[in-house]
């Protein structure tokens, strides 16, 4: 007998979330064992900044890039602004809501805005792609929706550093650090972006028989190691907000956990259906799932890097990270099903 349409979806949904949050669930277990350690971590996330992350987008894009495709996905980095005001403004309407302790109003706007738009959303693409009815018959879905991922990406990480980091200071203004708006992972997509966008450079190292062709496989396999790793080392970091110690209350963190896992995901299926009616999108519906899952994702993990380095703020966003990471896996699953339905 066969299963109902929505079962099915809800099946595929269930399984890819499942995928990503064993993974993330592995890293958590070998957190509180203290085989990867606040050391480990450290050294494992520079790995993954300075070679694996960058060598996948940059293999991902260079392979999907091309002019008139960067033309048609312009609206991939304007959606990131979008989400971005978006939740800005959401944030502060929940904190004037909910009132939260002095201090820790910012914390809760920038969870409530910058969502985790590449650890998360790249593993849940690749197992969607690999499960989902609606791209069985589209080998190149996953390698598209790490593409799309990464132009988003080039919108948003230069945002995260440029406005979250100065935000979460305390302060009017705090200087910018352009190493980190121009960050590794950036710097690979828009690498790919170059070479995808220019047929002499494609010719050189993608297409087969390209003399330089072996440069791309060395990418491709740097970058596999990317997705697995990251979510280890996601897991890990969660983890660490279940010891936070800080006098943030259960109202607040449930404030960012709506707002951003229940809210948020209408505002994107909003945009996308506004983007489709006008025509700046193209018509692959990989493209729309990648912007609707950018809108359902938690926040960033990024942001407790920013609260240590500032001595602010730390425990809060450790506690909201936890709380919304584990809300995350049912929300997801719901979500994902949802967004399957539509675009069936």
């Not at 980095?77 to 005001?85: K, R």
Request: glycine fraction near 10%; charge should be positive.
């Amino acid at each position: 007998m066969t299963p109902p349409p929505m079962f099915a979806v809800f099946t595929t949904s269930f399984l890819a979330v499942f995928k990503v949050f064993s993974i993330c669930a592995a890293g958590a277990w070998l957190a509180r064992t203290g085989t990867l350690d606040n050391t480990g971590r450290s050294k494992l996330s520079r790995v993954i900044l300075w070679t694996l992350l960058p060598a996948l987008l940059f293999s991902k894009l260079s392979r999907s890039a091309s002019a008139a495709n960067l033309r048609a996905w312009i609206a991939l980095p304007l959606t990131a602004y979008a989400y971005i005001a978006t939740g800005f403004l959401l944030g502060w309407i929940l904190a004037k809501l909910l009132r939260p302790p002095a201090g820790t109003e910012r914390v809760l706007s920038a969870a409530t805005a910058f969502g985790n738009s590449g650890y998360v959303p790249i593993p849940l693409v690749a197992a969607i792609a690999g499960t989902a009815a609606l791209f069985k018959d589209d080998p190149g879905a996953a390698d598209r929706g790490i593409a799309y991922i990464s132009v988003y990406l080039v919108g948003m990480s230069p945002c995260l550093w440029g406005i979250a980091y100065p935000y979460l200071s305390g302060r009017t203004f705090r200087a910018i650090r352009w190493r980190q708006v121009l960050s590794p992972p950036v710097c690979g997509a828009l690498g790919g972006a170059v070479v995808g966008a220019f047929p002499p450079l494609r010719n050189l190292l993608i297409e087969p028989g390209a003399p330089l062709r072996v440069l791309l496989d060395v990418t491709e396999l740097a970058g596999a190691g990317a997705i697995p790793c990251s979510l280890l080392v996601l897991g890990a970091n969660v983890m660490s907000g279940a010891a936070a110690d800080d006098e943030l209350s259960l109202r607040p963190i449930i404030g960012v956990t709506v707002g951003r896992l229940l809210l948020f995901p209408f505002v994107g299926i909003g945009t996308v259906l506004l983007l489709k009616r006008w025509g700046w999108i193209p018509d692959d519906p990989m493209f729309a799932l990648v912007l609707m899952l950018e809108a359902a994702v938690p926040p960033a993990t990024n942001l407790i890097v920013m609260c240590q380095l500032h001595g602010r703020g730390e425990g809060a966003m450790a506690r909201i990270l936890f709380w919304t990471y584990l809300a995350a896996v049912p929300a997801l699953t719901v979500f994902v099903s949802l967004f399957l339905w539509l675009l069936r």
